[in-house]
């Protein structure tokens, strides 16, 4: 598999790499770590390590060491598409550098042979009751495909830890082909009466899931791939990615490390986000109805809804300190193809004037919008209106990141996570020190 090969000629010069940087510093310190961090989060503590992915702070996120819009010039796109292969982002994050069409294609080829979703997958998602949130069937598919491990036979049977990786990636192929499908599956069983699309062999990966959705109009196809572009890593230090390596550091296989990551997902502060600002949206929309027009009442129904002690979702971010890339690039696509659509153009005036209201208001440390703020928007355009799904769309996307990681934390032999805890007496003893 031309994944394999390439990361297997790397893997000698980047091992011995991380050998010699930690033999000969091991002792140099990174950071100090504070009270309020140990407190608060752990925030912008720096102790994770990613090759895949790098978040400026001003810049926003770069993928092995480029901007989105430089990304989306530099992969190469399926014949008549304006946006790129996701078997090309892929190849990109696994060896380090942008692949040719062939390479890209090679990838989506490689998909296609392992996309067969097995029965026993879609008899558990069929298994739950009708109200079971759709993150919940899909962590649940991830988790059920478990059984399928390449790396937890392996394991079993003996290999050497510097084997690790290649089941590894065998796991995170198969689990990747597969997630169009499972998805799709999920989309079509709750929200259109169980009228499943089958797969369509002809397509990629990312024009695959548009057409198994069922959404009509053909542009759908590039919405989705870049969709899947734009949500699949950013960087380590995320609730999803941080937990699918750190479960991942205990040597479970990927389909663990990644189901874990996805319940992650599913939480307001992170990826739930998307639904909750199409639902804020729409609350504009519904009970403000001079807000799609007049600035200075939507900056007071911005207002209303932090005096009521909620956020405004969408805005924010722990590391950014500037407008998001990703939301730029999802506001460009609609600005292009559908400046009149009405949620959308109100997504757009939120950003004229949320920022403002935020730096008034004066706690947020970043008052721009995110990913999330437009990318419902966007669904909601192509008749994707069941906002309940679109943390799983953000998870198919993300598995992307994390299983890539994943391979290179295996093949660069990551050990277990174990930080150490203080008690709150410790704390506070380690505070009068200082002070003394
Ligand atoms: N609206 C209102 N208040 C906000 C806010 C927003 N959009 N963003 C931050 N704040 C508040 C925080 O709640 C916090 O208040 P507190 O002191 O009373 O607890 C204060 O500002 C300081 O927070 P911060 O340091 O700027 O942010 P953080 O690193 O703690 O959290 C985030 C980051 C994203 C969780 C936060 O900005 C937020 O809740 N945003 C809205 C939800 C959202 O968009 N989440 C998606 C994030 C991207 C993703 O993972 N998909």
Sequence with gaps: MILKDKIEQQLPEWRERVRKLVRENGDVKVGDVTIAQVYGGMRSVKSLVTDISYVDPVEGIRFRGHTIPEILKLLPKPDGAAMPYVGGLYYLFLVGSAPTAQQAQEVETEWKKRGKVPQYVFDVINSLPPDAHPMTLFTLAVLTLQRESLFSKKYHAGIQKDQYWEPMLEDSMNLVAKLPEIAAYIYRLKYKNGDIIPSDPDLDWGANFAHMMGVPDPLYKDLSRLYF??????????????????????????????????????????????????????????????????????????????????VIPGYGHAVLRKTDPRYTAQLEFGKKYFPEDEIFKLAALVYEVVPDVLREQGKAKDPWPNVDAISGSLQYHFGVKEFDFYTVIFGVSRI????ANAVWARALGQ??????????????EIAQKAKA
């Excluded at 109805?289 to 600035?295: N, Q, S």
């Excluded at 050990?415 to 506070?428: F, G, H, N, V, Y």
């Design 400 to 403: 992307l990141g994390v299983s």
């Design 415 to 428: 050990p277990i996570e174990r930080p150490k805890s203080l008690t709150t007496a410790m704390l506070e």
């Design 229 to 310: 572009l734009l949500h699949s890593d950013h960087e380590s230090g995320n609730v999803s990615a941080h937990t699918t390596h750190l479960v991942a550091s205990s040597l479970s296989d990927i389909y663990y490390a990644a189901s874990a990551g996805l319940s992650g997902l599913a939480g307001p502060l992170h990826g739930l986000a998307n639904q909750e600002c199409l639902n804020w949206l729409l609350s504009v929309k519904e009970e403000c109805a001079d807000c799609a027009y007049d600035k200075e009442a939507l900056r007071q129904f911005a207002w209303d809804t932090l005096n009521s002690g909620q």
